[in-house]
C-alpha cells in the first residue's frame, strides 16, 4: 500500500517565521499508523521553491520526502498531480486548509478532480475496511459527533484538526529520513484577483441589541434568552420538581423515554 | 449631557398676560411645559420596591412600570404580521445551499439566508434555496424559491453534480455556503467541479465587498463577491422583517451514479468526552452544590457534559476546563441545566447562545431564574437525589 502525504509550506500563526502545518503532521500520524499496520510505505511530498522547515516531517514519523522543485510564484498543483500520478499511490492525506498562503482548502478538491480520485474531507481517524482495497474513515463534524464512512481505495483524504496529535519530533528520525529533490512541473500561479490588507478582526454577532438602547438593554440582550416567559416553580416537593425537569428534558428531545 | 439653558427673561414672558396697556404678570400661572419634564425619584423609588421581603429590596430592572410625571407615551401600533413579499420576475437568482440537518435550519443557515437577502435585494434578485430533504418552511428564512436535490443519504459528490447542472443552466449570480464540515466540503467540490471562482471563509459580506483572512490570518483578502462564497459564521445577521414565498420549482436534473462512498454511519457525540464548547447539553453546578458525587452521578445519568460556575472552578472542586462563563468556556450549547447557580453577569455571558435553560436556585430573584426557561425555586442539593432516583427507577423495569 502507497500513502502519501501532501505537505505545504506553512508559516506559524504568531511568529510569521516558516513552519510545518500542524494538520499535516497529523496526518503524516494517521499515514504512518495505517503503514505500519498494513505494510506500507509513506511519501511526503511538497511543491515549491524549497523544503525549509518541512525536513522537520522526518523527524514526526516521515521516512521519506520528495521535493518537487519549483522556481518561486508557481503554482504547485501541476506538479503534485504528475507526481501523485506517476507514484500510483493508493492513499493520499493532506490538510484540511493550509496554513501561511491562501489558506482556502481548495488544493486537494482540485487535486482529486485532476486525478479522477473520490475525496473525503475531515478526517479524525483512520481503519483499514474488512474488504480488501477500501479504507474506513471516520469524518469529524460539528460539537464533536462523527460519521464513520467506507471508501473505495484509492482515496484522498483530508485530515481535520480533530485527529490525534502529530508524533513528537525525535532528532534520531530525522537524521535517518531521506529527502530528494525532482525538478517540479512549472506553471504560473495564477494573476492574483483579491486586494490584500492588513489583517482586522471583525466584529462577530453576539446578540441582537438595538442600536441607541440603553446600557441595561444591550445587557439583557447579551444574557436573556430570546425564548422568555418561562415556568416558575416555588418551592415544590423535590420529587415534583425532579419530575418536571424530567418532562421538559424530554420535550426537548434530551432523555429518551423508556 | 446639554439641557436647553433657562432663559429667565422668556420664562418672565410667558407668563405676561396679553392686552391692557401696562405689562402685567400673572406668576401664581402654571408655565406651560417645556424641555425635560421632572422626575420623581421617590414615587420611582416606591414602585421599584420588592414587597414581601425583611430587608428592603429594590427592583430597578424595571420590571415593574415607572409612573414618572412624563405624559404617557402614545401607544405604539400593534405589531402587524410580517409582510409577504412577493418577488415575480427576479432579476438574478442569489442560491443559498443550507446545511439543515434533518431539514431544520441552523443558526448558520439563517445568517446564510440574511447575506443572499441582502445580495439579492440590491439588484431586485431573488433568493433560492437548494435542500436536500423537506423541512421546515423556508419563506420566513428569506427564501423565494425552493428547488429539492435529488440525493439521497450521504453523498457529497452527488449533490456537487447536480448543483454544478443547476449553475450551468440557471442564471445563479452567486452560490453561498455555509462554513461548515459539510457546507464547505460541498463548496470545494463544487468549486473544482466547475472552476468558478471561489471565495473560502468569507468573514463580512456586502453587494460590494467580501473579506477573509488568509496568511495564517495576518492578511485580509477582499474583492468583489464572486459566485461562489463560502460564509463563516456570526457574519451577516439573519434575515428577518418580510415573509417570502418560499416557491416550489423544478429542474431537471442528470441521473446521480454511484459514488466512491460505500456506507455512511452517523456517530453521536461521546458527552463525557467532548469538550464544553462543542457541548450540545451541558449540566453546570454551583455554589448551592456541595455534594459533587451526585453531581457527576446526576451527569452521566443525564448524558450530558459537565460545567461548573466560577466559584466550584476556584474553589478546586471541579477542574478549570469546566468553567461556564467570560473567563471559562463560551457555551454554544443548546440546552444548559443549571444547578445552584444565581447567574453572575459573567456566567450568563457564557450561556448567551443556549436556547434552552434550566434553573434551580433556592433564591426567587436569582438572575439565573429569570433567564430559565423552566425555574425551579428549591435546593439543588435536595432536588439532584430525586431526580437521580426517578432517573434509576425508570431506568430498572
Known amino acids: ?258 | 449631557m446639554s439641557r436647553p439653558r433657562k432663559d429667565p427673561r422668556a420664562a418672565r414672558a410667558a407668563h405676561r398676560i396679553a392686552g391692557g396697556a401696562r405689562p402685567r404678570f400673572d406668576l401664581a400661572a402654571a408655565p406651560a411645559p417645556a424641555g425635560r419634564p421632572r422626575r420623581d425619584p421617590r414615587a420611582e423609588e416606591r414602585l421599584a420596591l420588592v414587597p414581601g421581603t425583611l430587608r428592603r429590596r429594590l427592583d430597578r430592572a424595571q420590571r415593574v412600570a415607572v409612573a414618572s410625571a412624563m405624559p404617557p407615551a402614545l401607544p405604539e401600533a400593534p405589531e402587524a404580521a410580517p409582510r409577504l413579499r412577493v418577488i415575480a420576475e427576479p432579476a438574478f437568482l442569489v442560491a443559498v445551499v443550507p446545511d439543515a440537518p434533518g431539514g431544520r435550519l441552523s443558526a448558520h443557515d439563517r445568517q446564510l439566508f440574511g447575506a443572499a437577502r441582502m445580495l439579492a435585494d440590491e439588484g431586485g434578485g431573488a433568493v433560492l434555496a437548494f435542500v436536500a430533504q423537506p423541512g421546515e418552511d423556508l419563506g420566513p428564512a428569506g427564501a423565494d424559491r425552493v428547488l429539492a436535490l435529488p440525493v439521497s443519504g450521504h453523498d457529497p459528490e452527488a449533490k456537487a453534480l447536480a448543483l454544478n447542472a443547476a449553475l450551468a443552466a440557471l442564471d445563479l449570480r452567486h452560490v453561498l455556503f455555509p462554513e461548515s464540515t459539510d457546507g464547505g466540503d460541498l463548496a470545494r467540490r463544487l468549486a473544482a467541479l466547475s472552476g468558478e471562482p471561489f471565495f473560502a471563509g468569507a468573514e463580512s459580506l456586502s453587494p460590494k465587498a467580501v473579506t477573509r483572512a488568509a496568511r495564517g490570518r495576518r492578511v485580509e483578502q477582499r474583492r468583489v463577491p464572486p459566485r461562489l462564497v463560502n460564509l463563516a459564521p456570526d457574519a451577516v445577521a439573519p434575515h428577518a422583517g418580510t415573509l417570502h414565498e418560499a416557491l416550489p420549482v423544478a429542474f431537471a436534473f442528470p441521473q446521480p451514479s454511484g459514488g466512491a462512498v460505500l456506507s455512511a454511519e452517523f456517530i453521536p457525540a461521546d458527552p463525557a468526552k467532548v469538550s464544553l464548547a462543542e457541548a450540545d447539553f451541558v449540566v453546570s453546578a454551583g455554589n448551592g452544590v456541595s455534594d459533587l458525587d451526585t453531581f457527576r452521578a446526576l451527569v452521566a445519568a443525564l448524558n450530558g457534559t459537565p460545567g461548573a460556575s466560577r466559584m466550584l472552578c476556584d474553589a478546586g472542586l471541579m477542574p478549570r476546563s469546566a468553567q461556564v462563563g467570560a473567563s471559562g468556556t463560551v457555551l454554544d450549547a443548546r440546552v444548559y441545566f443549571a444547578l445552584g447557580i444565581a447567574g453572575a453577569p459573567q456566567h450568563l455571558q457564557g450561556v448567551a447562545k443556549c436556547e434552552q435553560v434550566i434553573a434551580v436556585n433556592t433564591d426567587l430573584h436569582a438572575a439565573m431564574i429569570e433567564r430559565a426557561g423552566l425555574a425551579i425555586v428549591a435546593d439543588a442539593q435536595k432536588v439532584m437525589p430525586a431526580l437521580l432516583a426517578l432517573l434509576q427507577q425508570e431506568r430498572q423495569p
Open chain 1, 1 to 258: 500500500m502507497k500513502i502519501a502525504v501532501l505537505l505545504s509550506a506553512g508559516r506559524h500563526p504568531v511568529s510569521g517565521r516558516p513552519a510545518p502545518v500542524p494538520v499535516e503532521l497529523q496526518a503524516i500520524r494517521l499515514a504512518v499508523e495505517i503503514g505500519r499496520q498494513f505494510g506500507g510505505d509513506v511519501t511526503g511530498l511538497h511543491a515549491g521553491p524549497e523544503l525549509g522547515p518541512l525536513t522537520d516531517a522526518l523527524g514526526h514519523g516521515l521516512a521519506r520526502l520528495v521535493h518537487l522543485h519549483n522556481e518561486g510564484e508557481s503554482d504547485p498543483a501541476p506538479s503534485l498531480a504528475a507526481a501523485l500520478a506517476e507514484g500510483a499511490y493508493d492513499l493520499i492525506l493532506a490538510g484540511r486548509a493550509g496554513q501561511g498562503g491562501e489558506d482556502s482548502g481548495l488544493l486537494p478538491y482540485t487535486l482529486a478532480r485532476t486525478l479522477g480520485l473520490p475525496i473525503i474531507a475531515d478526517a479524525a481517524a483512520l481503519a483499514l475496511g474488512e474488504a480488501p482495497g477500501t479504507l474506513g474513515v471516520e469524518q469529524a463534524l460539528a460539537r464533536g459527533a462523527r460519521r464513520r464512512l467506507l471508501v473505495r481505495l484509492p482515496a484522498l483524504v483530508t485530515v481535520h484538526p480533530a485527529a490525534p496529535a502529530p508524533l513528537p519530533f525525535a532528532f534520531a528520525a530525522a537524521r535517518r529520513g531521506s529527502s530528494e529533490a525532482r525538478p517540479g512541473r512549472h506553471a504560473p500561479a495564477p494573476s492574483p484577483t483579491v486586494e490584500e490588507r492588513p489583517y482586522r478582526p471583525r466584529p462577530k454577532l453576539i446578540a441582537k441589541a438595538a442600536a441607541g438602547s440603553t446600557a441595561l438593554e444591550r445587557l439583557r440582550a447579551a444574557t436573556e434568552a430570546a425564548s422568555g416567559g418561562g415556568r416558575l416553580l416555588v418551592d415544590p416537593a423535590p420529587e415534583e420538581a425532579a419530575r418536571e425537569i424530567l418532562a421538559h428534558l424530554r420535550a426537548l428531545g434530551l432523555v429518551t423515554a423508556r
